[in-house]
């Protein structure tokens, strides 16, 4: 055809159609289907436009509530293991105390290097550094003393400070060792040099001592070779650090300056660590929240209308995401499907009119699954349960491919088969929001406490028309996947 | 209809008022039809295609900018709407082959001018993408690469539609024009095969209240 020729055409055309002479009449029909339209819009708007929104709620909601079992999960044992294991510290602490008391000049020496310590772990506790940037020792050891030292030395300060300069100048002629009595003067904001000024105050002149003073009584208590069943914290340091150094030299006042904080530190810090690992394993796995990720891979068959002698077998993967509370697990995931199928061309709704109807359609279907399940286990023993479950899943076409078998049908007329389109695809335009019902049985074996197998028989029921041929496509098969519990306990329940 | 009119009922159907919006309807019926019945298969289907369009100016009337002319606006949706109503069609895959065509299409064009009822009725006979590409091109005046992007194919697939659609056509108006010619009908393609007029029929006639 040449261009005049196609000028022409739709020249003719287009004055013929853009104003046609007598305009379709007003049909009062048209007008009731418009407005029971309108009158259906408003429906519409009420329940199927708020399905994203319900559904999104719904996530927010699973993703809230899970963050918030997750978080009282792991916080409450920590707490839990502080209680223990101050405890546990207390009362070592004490049978020390009882040891090492006896000896003369120790505890001056012990007091002295828990100074350091106590004022350490004192900031640690303000500032909250204790649980978090410390080694596994410092959790469970700096907040132990922190509260009571602070208590302790801040009583001891002002009753010592007005006679510390003179009390270190008694230690330094005491001593004799220039090494130690300018270290012990210059603290004098120290701890340390509080206590020890206590201490020598109770060994050279016990008239100045001040009654009531948390450090005096540590010092009076060791210097009499008592132990003090009450003996708090800061008694809790002083023995901890005694024992570091108890092959020192027997003299008290010359071993002083050689107390090395460093070596005090790694005492302390090294005695509880066995302490700490002990309260772990006694929480209850079953009274928390476990989540979940898994991988999960099936294969299944396919067929609309419940017409399985025209099944075909697909294959699905993808991973979840699930929250165990007790017996119910509520799980959530992605899944890729591939779903093929074939149907009549009865069950396949299109608004194209074929020129001649094909027999058959047969679709290949890839798909996003999105499930939100809820399951019950019913049976457990050991490492093996089984849970039932149902839900409902979102289906999110990616890429729909329908091939239209004609057959022989119209060679009855010429023998030419298939004069209609012969494939039809469709791509990433069709959404089904909650619009398959699923049931589910699930058989777990727990390998151990962190992972485990699952062996899974399902159908997957449609609720309504999916997909751009709008077909009830109905799947059943049978999923295997492997369970990661991401705060799973030690041991399996 | 006058200006003021239109943006009294205009008002209306902002306000959801049912009576204004049953005018606006009646108003422009025809022409919302028009349009419709070009890139329909028929009258009902042009009806619900139609039904939809309007369903869009009820509900984002609100949008209208009223310094614009409104049938140009309420063209516009009502050939959106047309081409999402088909849009699943639009991609299908003909086995069909056109060369077979091509060879009965030899011949001129005559110079009879088709009346529209023989023009709507050859545009609808057309494959869907065919019609769409074609009443996209030749009657609305969009070039292949903006019919491309609405339709989300290539231009050159909106070439070669638009090239068997006119030798469709084409083929349809010889086809007419041979028949008219044959019968010695004054109007093209309108004619009738019928020759007997039946004993029912002819009580069916006299018995029908409304002649």
């Known amino acids: ?21 007598n305009e379709p009449a007003f049909r009062e029909a048209d007008w009731g289907a418009m407005e029971q339209m309108l009158d259906q819009g408003k429906k519409r708007s009420g329940i199927i436009y708020l399905l994203p929104i319900i559904s999104g709620i719904a996530a927010v909601l ?15 044992p920590e707490k839990k293991n502080q209680v223990a294991a101050t405890q546990s510290a207390k009362s070592e602490a004490i049978d020390k105390a009882k040891n090492n008391t006896g000896t003369n000049g120790e505890p001056a020496r012990q007091v002295a290097d828990s100074g350091k310590q106590q004022t350490k772990s004192a900031q640690d506790a303000a500032t909250g550094l204790a649980q978090t940037s410390r080694p596994e020792s410092g959790k469970t050891f700096f907040p132990l003393s922190s509260g009571k030292v602070r208590r302790s030395t801040g009583t001891s300060r002002p009753a010592v400070n007005k006679e510390q300069q003179a009390i270190a100048n008694d230690i330094a002629k005491n001593t004799g060792n220039g090494k130690v009595s300018p270290n012990i003067a210059d603290s004098k904001s120290d701890q340390k ?81 066995k302490q700490t690992t002990k309260p772990a394993i006694s929480r209850n796995p079953g009274s928390r929240p476990i989540f979940a990720l898994g991988i999960i891979a099936s294969s299944d068959f396919n067929g609309v209308n419940s017409a399985f002698q025209q099944t075909k077998i697909g294959g699905n993967f993808g991973a979840t995401f699930s929250v165990t509370f007790k017996k119910w697990t509520i799980s959530t995931g992605a899944q890729y499907d591939i779903k093929p199928y074939l149907t009549n061309f009865d069950n396949y709704h299109a608004s194209y009119k074929f020129p001649t109807n094909p027999t058959s359609v047969q679709a290949d279907c890839r798909m996003l699954d999105i499930p939100l399940n809820v399951n019950y286990q019913v049976y457990h023993q050991r490492a093996n349960s089984i849970t039932i479950g149902t839900g409902l899943s979102s289906y999110f076409m990616l890429r729909e491919d329908y091939q239209f078998n004609y057959g022989n049908g119209n060679s009855a007329y010429g023998g030419v088969a298939g004069t209609g389109p012969q494939h039809y695809t469709v791509i990433n335009r069709n ?33 309504s028309d999916v997909g751009a041929s709008q077909v009830r496509l109905q799947s059943t098969g049978v999923a295997f996947g492997i369970n990661w519990n991401i705060n799973a306990s030690s041991k399996p329940k | 209809m006058g200006e003021e009119e239109l943006h009294q009922l205009i008002g209306g159907c902002i306000r959801k008022d049912r009576g204004s919006q049953k005018m606006l309807y009646k108003a422009f019926y025809g022409f919302s039809m028009g349009i419709c019945l070009r890139y329909a298969n028929n009258r009902e289907e042009a009806a619900e295609v139609m039904n939809q369009g309007f369903f869009k100016v009820f509900t984002r009337i609100d949008t ?28 299908m895959a003909y086995a069909e082959d056109l060369d077979k065509a091509e060879n009965i299409t030899d011949g001129e064009l005559p110079d009879r001018k088709l009346n529209y009822e023989d023009l709507l009725a050859m545009v609808q006979r057309l494959p869907n993408a065919y019609r769409t590409v074609f009443n996209l091109y030749a009657i609305e005046g969009y070039t292949h690469e903006e019919i491309g992007e609405m339709l989300d194919i290539a231009s050159g697939t909106s070439k070669s539609n638009l090239h068997k659609a006119r ?45």
């Open chain 1, 1 to 21: 055809m040449s261009t005049e020729e196609e000028n022409k055409l739709d020249k003719a055309f287009k004055n013929g159609l853009e104003d046609p002479v």
């Open chain 1, 62 to 76: 699973l993703i809230f509530l899970g963050y918030f079992f997750f978080k009282t999960g792991e916080t409450k």
């Open chain 1, 193 to 273: 040099t509080d206590v020890l000024a206590n201490n020598n105050k109770a060994t050279t002149n016990a008239d100045k001592t001040v009654p009531g003073n948390a450090g005096d009584k540590t010092a009076l208590s060791t210097v009499d070779g008592k132990a003090d069943q009450k003996a708090d914290v800061l008694a809790n340091n002083t023995t901890k650090a005694g024992d570091k150094t108890a092959t020192a030299p027997s003299d008290g006042k010359t071993s002083l300056g050689t107390v090395n904080d460093k070596e005090g530190q790694k005492t302390i810090a090294a005695t509880p660590t």
């Open chain 1, 431 to 463: 959404r089904n929001i909650l619009s398959v019902l699923n049931i589910d049985a699930t058989y777990t074996h727990q390998i151990n406490s962190k992972f485990g197998v699952t062996v899974q028989p399902y159908t997957k029921v449609p609720l």
């Open chain 2, 64 to 91: 209208y900018d009223t310094t614009r002319p409104f049938k140009a606006w309420l063209g516009k949706i009502m050939t959106n709407v047309s081409i999402d109503y088909y849009r699943a069609n639009l991609k």
């Open chain 2, 167 to 211: 030798q469709k056509l084409k083929q349809m108006i010889l086809e007419a024009d041979s028949v008219a010619d044959n019968s010695k009908y004054n109007r093209g393609m309108d004619y009738s095969s019928s020759v007997a007029i039946n004993r029912v029929d002819i009580h069916n006639l006299f018995t029908r209240k409304n002649i």
